[in-house]
Nanobody, 114 residues
Framework: QVQLVESGGGLVQPGGSLRLSCAAS????????MNWYRQAPGKERELVAG????????NYADSVKGRFTISRDNAKNTVYLQMNSLKPEDTAVYYC???????WGQGTQVTVSS
């Protein structure tokens, strides 16, 4: 059974940092590129960042470039999203997704507020 489990969300002040993790099980993790998405209330789910199977390539939404960094550790079956200089508009539920599969995590809430 494939599972993707996100963690690391929480409440942080503007300008703060969080690191999200997504741990995979039941899957050969290195077989898949991984994406992070987010969905804010009343908005569509949007792609935040992606990373290739072995980490050689990454891509970011314009809104997070220079602030967020995606990385992965295939030995730990985990993908990370380091989020710095957080803004209130980063508030959303963040999801990880294995590409190209129907596998999604349950999401972790990130709230940026003073």
């Amino acid at each position: 059974q494939v599972q993707l489990v996100e963690s690391g969300g929480g409440l942080v002040q503007p300008g703060g940092s969080l690191r999200l993790s997504c741990a995979a099980s039941g899957v050969t993790f290195s077989s898949y590129a991984m994406n992070w998405y987010r969905q804010a209330p009343g908005k569509e789910r949007e792609l935040v960042a992606g990373i290739t199977r072995f980490g050689g390539g990454t891509n970011y939404a314009d809104s997070v470039k220079g602030r967020f960094t995606i990385s992965r550790d295939n030995a730990k079956n985990t993908v990370y999203l380091q989020m710095n200089s957080l803004k209130p508009e980063d508030t959303a539920v963040y999801y990880c997704h294995a590409v190209p599969t129907p596998w999604w995590g349950q999401g972790t809430q990130v709230t940026v507020s003073s």
